[in-house]
């Protein structure tokens, strides 16, 4: 069995990036980005008027303070100019600043009576209230790499910039398949000694936070049935993720079904706890994660393994944060062992709360979790206050 | 004008409780539960086996150390029955455990020949490796309780209890309004003088993280047809967003128009930059948002007051997270400063590094922001190291 970071680096050596499409822009949020995006004016485009109320020549500000209205400057109108350096222009927030024009003095700080605005006082100058063209990006300029992720301030920048159409990252098309013939659909009332499927649907809400909709199916324990649905799923889907039948269990097929398949299996076996029989493997371009059956395995894999492959297929740098376990626990060498947690924010500080569960087939306690602390494996005890990296399932109130 | 957290009390007090609404499991995720979830039977339903291998009678552990293998049972078979008790079941993961059994070895700890399991070690003892019925949680008790969010592992338990229907808080049926002649499509090439919309994208693209799916609409700067616009779109929308149009320009006819339709003005003016001009306003059970049109300030505004609001409606405590300022900045009192940040974790710390712009109309540089720190009006100097309230514009890597 290997370690932790020994998986992970396996799963970097096989994540081939992903290939590229085009979205429209309606399509494109929470996608990774896979184009620069440049500026196709000055940003902004003209000297711009950032507050409402007059706009004069600044150089005028020492002979007078008062100045006749000649015009309004509105927000959408083309640029005027100021005939008479001695009188202004009204202008509003969003405008072109006038010609002859270089000084916005705000509502706020005037007295405007039959056409004539007076100020109500002198501390003004050059260019106050003004948003210089350009003063935000140039023409040309590069404004998002590629490989950002796309996030509302992110879109209103495509927006801003005309796009619509954005090169992205493409979504792999993933199967989620579920086994373990005790399984039944959650329509139906379980016999006494079945349940109903879940793990599939926390997999599948899994990846709809990571903005991919999977589908899922349910496959017998039975070989040869396993051999054909598998087989033809590979040809439509370009990664499966399959939770349980990857153990040492009778009805476990996975594993030579796999092989038969000629799926190369990089990964069986990670010494960790809860998740050791994870299994991951590969054939051409498609990608198959074997998850072992129970909800917290499953989980907890998903996130520590498929997170870090896509991370990798999207050219992201994984995520690598610490929190600070809050309750001292003891945990028997030598596995790594993830700790469920409920996070909380104290003073800046992310601190982890272990959840107390009856073992990783509890899913009840799983539902209590926001994610988990993986405590090393050459350590037995782990005190209140040390740090660890942390993994959450799901967005977290931070 | 009042304070920031003078508007949010206002918020608090106009925010009704959202409606509850019923909505298939498949379209629960990420919805606020608004009904209690109790087990429908034990969980586990069963004394379940919790790893491959055999089933015995532990005390025939002082006895014998190789037992005959009578028969398999597997996951989702009805229970079996040991007929002597020195004998064995093979039994795997999620099986029932069989009658007259109560301790499961696993194939690790055992040599199977011809029939006959030999235990290759005999520190064995009761209940190992099974997953008592009833342990995690007992047929009626409260697994989930109302308020909670619908994360993924709260569907793997909507799933498990057989919930194919689930009471959540209804999402309020909302419209983002832009205004201001100097907006174009984002199909258009503008004129020196226009720009294109951005501004209710971000909204949009915010409210969609929150799993709002909200319009968008242009509105033109003239008071009339605002006027008649909006009324009909109060008719049709629990809630209506504008951007732009709420300062002291000639043009911002919005806290006009809104007076005229009846609607009650709660906010107007708050003391805070960017977002000064920010109003908030009710009629019957509607809300106005009117976020101020510079980028920032819009996006600022999204994130205190309507976020806020929006928690309130749903039931849930508001965030409350702090962040450690990563650099020494100075600010004019007595505004709040809403400091553009992007964060950062080092050793469990969550690190606010100001991000440099031109402003609130700097719609480049909000982009690269994923926050913002809220400075207090009290100070003008912030030190590097100090804590203050951080607001995140999106999920971030955490």
Same sequence: chains 1, 2.
């Avoid at 969003?94 to 002859?100: F, M």
């Avoid at 299996?265 to 498609?286: A, D, M, N």
Wanted: aromatic fraction near 8%.
């Amino acid at each position: 069995m290997i370690s932790v970071s020994e998986a992970q680096e396996i799963l970097s050596k096989f994540s081939n990036k992903g290939p590229i499409e085009r979205v429209s822009f309606e399509n494109c949020l929470n996608r990774l980005l896979a184009e620069n995006i440049y500026a196709d004016r000055d940003a902004p485009p003209f000297d711009r008027v950032a507050m409402d109320g007059i706009a004069i020549q600044s150089d005028q500000l020492q002979i007078r303070q008062q100045f006749i209205i000649e015009d309004i400057q509105a927000a959408g109108q083309e640029q005027k100019s100021l005939n008479k350096p001695e009188n202004c222009l009204e202008v509003m927030t969003g405008a072109v600043l006038p010609v002859h024009t270089d000084c916005v003095i705000p509502y706020e700080k005037l007295t405007i009576k039959n056409g004539v605005a007076r100020l109500n006082s002198t501390d003004h100058k050059a260019f106050q209230n003004t948003h210089k063209k350009g003063i935000d990006a140039k023409k040309g300029d590069q404004l998002l790499a590629s490989g950002t992720w796309i996030h509302p301030g992110v879109k209103g920048v495509l927006a801003t910039t005309g796009h619509t159409e954005i090169k992205v990252i493409q979504v792999p098309k993933i199967m989620i398949c579920s086994t373990g013939d005790e399984l039944v659909p959650i329509t139906h009332n379980p016999l006494p000694h079945q349940i109903r499927r879940s793990n599939v649907y926390m997999l599948q809400a899994a990846l709809k936070d990571l903005n991919i909709e999977a589908h899922t199916t349910h496959l017998p324990d039975d070989k040869d049935q396993l051999n054909a649905s598998i087989g033809k799923l590979l040809e439509e889907y370009d990664l499966l993720m399959f939770s349980g039948a990857v153990s040492k269990g009778k009805y476990d097929f996975l594993p030579t079904v796999f092989k038969e398949l000629g799926i190369q299996i990089h990964i069986h076996g990670v010494k960790q706890k809860p998740g050791k029989p994870f299994l991951f493997g590969t054939i051409g371009s498609k990608s198959v994660f074997g998850f072992p059956g129970n909800p917290s395995s499953t989980l907890v894999c998903f996130h520590l393994y498929f997170k870090w492959w896509y991370n990798h297929y999207l050219g992201k740098a994984p995520n690598n944060n610490y929190a600070y376990l809050n309750n001292e626990v003891t945990f028997k060498k030598p596995l790594t062992n993830h700790l469920l947690i409920k996070s909380s924010v104290e003073d800046g500080k992310i601190l982890a709360n272990p959840v107390a569960n009856s073992g990783s087939g509890d899913l009840v306690h799983l539902a209590l979790a926001d994610g988990f602390l993986s405590l090393p494996a050459e350590k037995d005890t782990f005190k209140k206050g040390e740090i660890f990296p942390i993994t959450f399932f799901h967005q977290t109130g931070l």
